[in-house]
Each structure stands twice: as C-alpha cells, then as structure tokens.
C-alpha cells in the first residue's frame, strides 16, 4: 500500500529533551515535507526536500533540524523542544511536475511538550 | 502573516444544503490552488485542485470558482452529506512546490 508512516504518532516529553520524529514513504517521491498544524493558524510549512540532500526551510523552521539521507527517509529533529513546539506535525511526499502537485500526508504525530 | 486568507472558520450545513467556504490571496504568483480535505485522526488528503487558466473546475459534488482578478477562490459542496463533514484547507502554491495553507474551516452536516 502506498503511503506515508510516522513516527511516533503520540509523545509526550519535557523541555530540552532532545527527540526524533521519523517519516518514511514508499511512493519514491522526490519531494518531502514537514508541516505543523495549530487550531486558527491551519498547516504551516517547516522545512521541505526537493531531493536527497537537499532541503530548505519553510516558514516556521526555528528549533527544527532536518535530514535527508535517503530518498524515503525524512525525519524532523527538535534537538531542545520548548513547549510551544507542542503541536500536531504532519511528513508529506510528493512527485514536482505534476499537474496537480499532489501531496501525500502521514497519519500526524501529536507531540506535546511540558 | 497568512499568505492566503480563508473564511469562515467554521460552518454547520444541513444534509442536502450546499456549504461554501471562500480563500483569498495576495501574491499573484502563485499559480496552483488546491483544496485539502481532512478528517478527524487523520492527515489532509488532495481533494480537489485549479489552476489560474480556468474559472472553475468541478469533480462530482465539489466545484471550484476561481477569481483572477479579485484574487479569490472558493469551494462549493453540493448536496452536502454527513460523510463530508471534515476541516477543509484551502492552499496556494507557486512553481516551487511550497504550499501555503488557509487556516481551516469545520464543516458539519446535519442529518
């Protein structure tokens, strides 16, 4: 089945402790993102890949680190997360240069940050 | 500072009623505009998408009206059922496939 995978989809940690958020897709897209969702503020982008090693920040990447090492692994590193990173995070994948760009989105990680 | 404008936030909408939810920009390059459908526990899925060379697009119960020159798009629902209540993302996005999301809006369809 096609699709994208994260994980963990729920964690709970505490300021400064360094965590790892996977995402793995199987579609052999070119393209990955990381995005942040907040009630009134909608999905905001933190940094996406054109390619392996390739990457670039979105609008929101302060206190994210990413990687991209190989084509199906993108995982988002919040190296000393703060409370207000708590949030629900989503990993999509997609194909540049197809007519309607479609992105396809993991399951969401629900991270919460005392 | 929200590159693209949604409203409203929320909508409720009888079964069979047409809901209608509206998007605004400003950057006039953008050039691809999709909608994002998502239900609750789960990631958006791609519902359905226009590009500026066309005013409107429509795929089944869901039409798309796009206005250039007021820079605005909107989605409409027709006959909208129970299994289409779900947060709707309007999104913009120019050639380098960097989407800029709305804010959201709940639609729930009553019974």
């Known amino acids: 089945e096609a699709q994208v995978t994260q994980n963990p989809r729920y964690l709970i940690t505490v300021t400064g402790k360094k965590l790892t958020v996977t995402c793995s897709q199987n579609m052999n897209h070119e393209y990955m993102s990381w995005y942040r969702q907040d009630p009134g503020l909608g999905l905001r982008q933190i940094y996406y890949s054109m390619n392996v090693e390739v990457t670039d920040k979105g609008d929101v990447p302060e206190g994210y680190k990413v990687s991209r090492k190989e084509k199906r692994n993108f995982p988002l590193i919040l190296e000393s997360p703060s409370p207000n990173q708590t949030s629900l995070y989503f990993c999509a994948s997609g194909e540049p240069g197809t007519w309607d760009n479609e992105q396809f989105f993991g399951p969401g990680t629900r991270l919460t940050v005392l | 500072q929200q590159q693209v404008k949604q409203s409203p936030q929320s909508l409720i909408v009888q079964k069979g009623g047409i809901s209608i939810i509206n998007c605004a920009y400003e950057n006039t390059a953008f050039d691809y505009f999709p909608w994002y459908q998502q239900f609750p526990g789960k990631g958006p899925a791609l519902l359905i998408a226009i590009r500026p060379d066309v005013s409107e697009k429509k795929e089944g119960r869901f039409t798309i009206s796009f206005n250039k020159s007021a820079k605005q798009f909107s989605l409409h629902i027709m006959d909208s059922q129970p299994g289409d209540s779900a947060t709707y993302f309007c999104?913009?996005?120019?050639?380098?496939?960097?989407?800029?999301f709305g804010a959201g809006t709940t639609v729930t369809v009553r019974a």
């Open positions: 999104a913009a996005s120019m050639n380098d496939y960097k989407l800029s």
